[in-house]
């Protein structure tokens, strides 16, 4: 008895094993449609979602990742709000972590491509309060100019407001 409850076991959990394989490999398509079709948001839920059924982040999921990453972000938007930072902190994280892990793999398209988003975003803050600190610098300097140049001319009037982070002019002809 005990010898058929250990092999019904080792079916039911090598069926579910494979069950979850498949599931993966369905969920990893989603994820290159979706790029492909440049939803690089849905590719990262996608690429959630089959690293969740494996259990942990594979190579392939991690490089699609990436790829998606740089594509949404956007670093003229940086300092708009924090979740841009959080994507940079991310994206950083996993090229690091891609790099680190392919590197005896030897050189190819992907480890050069990913190299070179690493390096692309080195110039960004680093850490929370580096990213803090930056904020700061900008508002200190966009509130020299906020209100300065309002003025009232015979041709119109120039306002200048301030509104997340960024200098918006308006001119009334």
């Given at each position: 008895m005990?010898?058929?409850?250990?092999?019904?076991?080792?079916?039911?959990?090598?069926?579910?094993f494979a069950q979850?394989?498949?599931?993966?490999?369905?969920?990893?398509?989603?994820?290159e449609i979706a790029f492909n079709n440049q939803d690089y948001e849905t590719t990262i839920k996608k690429l959630d979602e089959f690293d969740?059924?494996?259990?942990?982040?594979?190579d392939k999921s991690l490089y699609l990742r990436?790829?998606?990453?740089?594509k949404l972000f956007e670093p003229s938007k940086l300092y708009e709000n924090e979740s841009n930072f959080n994507?940079?902190?991310?994206?950083?994280?996993?090229?690091s972590a891609y790099l680190k892990a392919m590197e005896s793999n030897g050189l190819d398209e992907r480890y050069r491509?990913?190299?070179?988003?690493?390096?692309?975003?080195?110039?960004?803050?680093k850490d929370k309060t580096a990213f803090?600190?930056?904020i700061k610098k900008i508002n200190d300097n966009l509130d020299k100019y906020v209100g300065v140049y309002d003025s009232n001319t015979n041709l119109g009037a120039i306002h200048i407001t301030k509104d997340n982070n960024r200098l918006y002019i308006k001119c009334y002809l």
């Open positions: 005990k010898i058929i409850t250990t092999i019904f076991l080792i079916f039911i959990s090598t069926l579910l979850g394989g498949a599931m993966a490999d369905l969920k990893f398509e989603e994820a969740k059924l494996l259990g942990s982040i594979k990436i790829i998606s990453q740089n994507l940079l902190s991310s994206l950083r994280k996993n090229s491509e990913v190299y070179g988003i690493s390096e692309k975003i080195e110039k960004y803050p803090q600190l930056e």
